[in-house]
């Protein structure tokens, strides 16, 4: 039985059997299989930075920062890999307090599952590793005062040094990069710290040093190149390389910087900062620093372009970065209009509903009206900040996926189904269907399907798309309704609320004829724009029962008959306010969901409770509205009746036939004064990919 951790370091499986003895044990420690080989010489290089010649700082910060991401037995490796670096450069006498100290880090418990307090409890270990044991046994070896001081001094770099690496290890950024990208990436920090190697005159820290002012020059310009050329001098010179070298680093990242957009830029200028700062004419011994440059500008031609795109777009200051943060403005601003419009929609709704020729015209009721329209604003205030959430996690990872240099820009936004993804291209793809294949991508890493929503290459003349999640069933909606007068007093809209979600709303006026339509039809409208702006269902109904409550002085009521149903599962949500009660039939089996509230427009307060039911492939969700049930005026149980009929009826009928055979059922069996009949018959059919899923913008079907 095993586990499987993610973290900085590489996927792998780690047995927790607690049956095998110790040789097995020490197996696993050092099987090849489990090491994290560039995290190993991150400990290696860690392990010999010295400060001043004397501090040795960096690998205790590291095993800690490493423990918050593993567990002890886990960063076994890690702890021989620092403990190998500081035998390499100093004298037994000299570490055995980072031993010691590096010890008691690896002997105490794994510390809390809570981020902000695992972190605190290394800070705590850290300090007790320096003061406790590396002072006192340094004092030992080495009696005197400024040991003390040198205890406290690295006391606090190290506390300094896991703060980055713990900050780097746990960065809401490190998803942009794959675990062995910022592996390596540390991997170069680590060797500017810890290699002091030169091979034919040539030194490879400076040639590291050097490629890493080039490649931000490359991706930022001046800005990211002076800000890097300016961290790393200072290290240089804490690592005591001499000064010239931390002023040459300097001017490389301003000078590359500045000319990094012209062919061969970063190279130009890293000969120009060169021969400025160590003059003219060349003298034997600065030719290797004209080598350096050019090995180091090499190497940043040879890495990977996508590799560098994807710091640019995280590293504030560069170009994909201001790219991207214009995507995301402009998104907030499309969704907050179209959310203000909504909104305004709502309003003007409102007003529609209230317009009414009052012939009481009483002060009472004209209080009465404006205290429920002040209760409605109250209720719509909340909505009209809109929800944006980013996700940049998924973001990075379909960037990392798709790897191409055509992606010109890339945005994730969560929904109410999935992601909706939005993205383009530098270049049209000419008919290729680029966006397809970023769509197999999207359903490959997110674990769903997804499809091509909209395609700016047809609609728009350039080469954009947006990606939503693709539902796996699609709903067959047809409906039947017979009016006892000229108009039909009910009413039935159907409308999309998002890729994957579909509501259905029935609603039966007061009475007969225009006057019944009315009401309905402001309940229909006013429901369907406040849902479609993002009310919860109980507080857009609340909003309409005010609204028909002071529409007029006569009492007058509507029914309110909501389902939504979700296209990924069959989930049907059904909220009813007055209403007949909805059958799903399955096959012979009749399921009835009743109605336990009072109409809307009645009492100034309406309890909305709602009732979750499943809806599988193949059946059917019937609504109705009351005429149909009172068809049948002398029978006592009317739904019983009704599941009577749909048990006879084959269930193999389509949609239409099914409408059309209950209503001709219901109108034979009629008397002459009825009400207004209305019948909505929706069946859930999988979507196989040819048929295009239900979209309604909002209709009467």
């Known amino acids: 039985m095993g586990r499987t951790e993610i973290g900085l370091h590489s996927y792998r499986t780690v047995s927790i059997s607690s049956t095998r003895d110790k040789k097995n044990i020490f197996n696993d420690l050092i099987s090849l299989s489990n090491i994290s080989w560039p995290l190993f010489f991150c400990g290696v290089f860690f392990g010999r930075a010295l400060i001043f010649n004397e501090l040795i700082p960096f690998g205790i910060a590291y095993y800690a920062a490493v423990r918050t991401l593993m567990q002890r037995k886990e960063a076994t490796i890690q702890l021989i890999g620092v403990m190998l670096g500081l035998i390499t450069i100093i004298n037994q006498a000299t570490i055995s307090p980072y031993l010691a100290g590096l010890m008691l880090l690896f002997l105490v418990g ?189 190497l940043v031609y040879l890495t990977p372009g996508h590799l560098l795109r994807q710091l640019e777009r995280v590293i504030p200051g560069t170009e994909l970065y201001k790219e991207r943060q214009i995507t995301q403005a402009n998104k907030i601003r499309g969704i907050l209009e179209r959310k203000l419009n909504q909104s305004a929609n709502v309003f003007d709704e409102l007003a529609n509903t209230m317009k009414t020729k009052s012939k009481k015209g009483k002060d009472v009721l004209l209080v009465e009206q404006l205290s429920g329209i002040a209760d409605i604003v109250r209720s719509l205030s909340f909505q009209m900040q809109p929800q944006v959430e980013f996700s940049e996690e998924i973001e990075g990872k379909l960037i990392q996926h798709i790897n191409s240099p055509d992606l010109k820009e890339l945005t994730v936004i969560k929904s109410y189904d999935g992601y909706d993804i939005y993205g383009a291209r530098n270049t049209p793809c000419n008919g290729k269907n680029w966006c397809q294949n970023v769509t197999e991508i999207s359903s490959q890493l997110l674990g769903s399907s997804y499809q091509v929503a909209a395609n700016g290459c047809i609609t728009e003349g350039e080469c954009s798309f947006r990606i939503e999640p693709k539902p796996e069933y699609r709903l067959e909606v047809k409906m039947a309704k017979v009016a006892s007068e000229g108009v039909s007093g009910d009413s039935n809209m159907v409308f999309q609320l998002s890729s994957g979600k579909i509501a259905l709303l029935v609603s039966d006026g007061m009475g007969k004829g225009q006057q019944a339509a009315n009401e309905s039809t402001a309940a229909v409208r006013l429901l369907e724009k406040l849902i479609r702006v993002g009310y919860p269902w109980d507080v857009a109904i609340r909003i309409v029962n005010r609204a028909l409550l002071i529409r007029s002085a006569e009492e007058m009521f509507a029914t309110i008959d909501l389902a939504v149903v979700d296209l990924q599962n069959g989930l049907v949500e059904f909220v009813k306010i007055g209403s007949a009660p909805s059958f799903i039939k399955r096959g012979r089996d009749i399921e009835i969901v009743r109605n336990r509230a009072l109409p809307a427009g009645i009492l100034k307060d309406v309890d909305v409770e709602q009732d979750r039911r499943l809806l599988k492939e193949g059946e059917y969700l019937i609504m109705i509205t009351d005429g149909i049930l009172d068809s049948q005026r002398h029978i006592i149980h009317k739904d019983q009746w009704f599941c009577r009929i749909l048990r006879r009826l084959d269930p193999s009928l389509d949609t239409q036939e099914l409408s059309k055979e209950l209503m001709k059922i219901c109108l034979e069996k009629s008397s002459e004064n009825r009400d207004d009949m209305m019948i909505l018959v929706a069946k859930l059919i999988r979507d196989d990919g040819d048929i295009i899923s239900y979209r309604r913008k909002s209709s009467a079907v």
């Open 110 to 298: 794994d510390g809390p599952r809570n981020k902000e307090k695992n972190y605190h409890y290394w800070l705590l270990w850290i300090a007790v590793s320096f003061i406790l044991i590396r002072g006192p046994i340094g004092y030992v070896f080495y009696p005197v005062p400024m040991n003390w001081f040198n205890t406290v001094f690295e006391t606090g770099l190290a506390l300094a040094i896991y703060s980055l690496l713990h900050h780097l290890f746990h960065s809401g950024k490190a998803y942009v990069l794959a675990p062995t990208q910022i592996q390596l990436g540390l991997l170069l920090i680590a060797a500017v710290l810890g290699i002091n190697l030169t091979v034919y005159g040539i030194s490879l820290r400076y040639v590291i040093c050097c490629y890493l002012v080039l490649g931000a020059a490359k991706i930022g310009g001046v800005v990211l190149a002076s800000v890097m050329a300016a961290g790393l001098g200072v290290i240089s010179i804490l690592l005591n390389e001499p000064i010239s070298f931390g002023t040459l680093l300097i001017g490389i990242g301003v000078i590359s910087g500045l000319i990094s957009r012209l062919p061969g830029g970063i190279v130009l200028g890293g000969v120009i900062a060169t021969l400025l700062i160590q003059g003219v004419p060349v003298q034997p011994s600065n030719v290797p620093y004209i080598f350096i440059i050019f090995l180091a500008a090499g």
